[in-house]
């Protein structure tokens, strides 16, 4: 059996929103993990509602694959300006005009 990682839900906070994800691997106990983005990614445009939960899971996968027993992961992330421009270009690149 390999990782699995669980879309457990999102709460809404005063700074934003929590994405909780379940981390199920057959080395371990299962873990929680949650990402947040702020009200201002959203209101700003960074990113519409419905990527979200994607994009936090992509960004848990990538942490993952980079922790070692020596070096365990930490249980909370912000998801940075940064990484919501960069998923922005990835995924809803600006439309070109056709005329």
């Known amino acids: 059996m390999h990782t699995v990682i669980q879309y ?3 709460q809404l ?8 994800y379940r981390v ?8 929680e993990f949650i990402l947040t983005i702020s009200n201002q990614a959203f209101t700003d445009c960074h990113i ?6 994607g994009l936090c899971y992509q960004k848990l996968q990538k942490e993952l694959a980079t922790e070692t027993p ?3 992961l ?9 990484e919501l421009d960069a998923y ?9 005009r056709s005329w």
């Open 48 to 53: 519409p509602f419905q990527d979200a939960a």
């Open 70 to 72: 020596e070096s365990p």
């Open 24 to 31: 199920v691997d057959p080395k371990s106990e299962p873990r």
């Open 8 to 10: 457990v839900g999102f």
């Open 74 to 82: 930490q249980r909370h992330f912000t998801i940075s300006d940064q």
């Open 13 to 20: 906070k005063p700074r934003g929103r929590d994405y909780t």
């Open 88 to 96: 922005r270009e990835k995924n809803r690149p600006a439309k070109k």
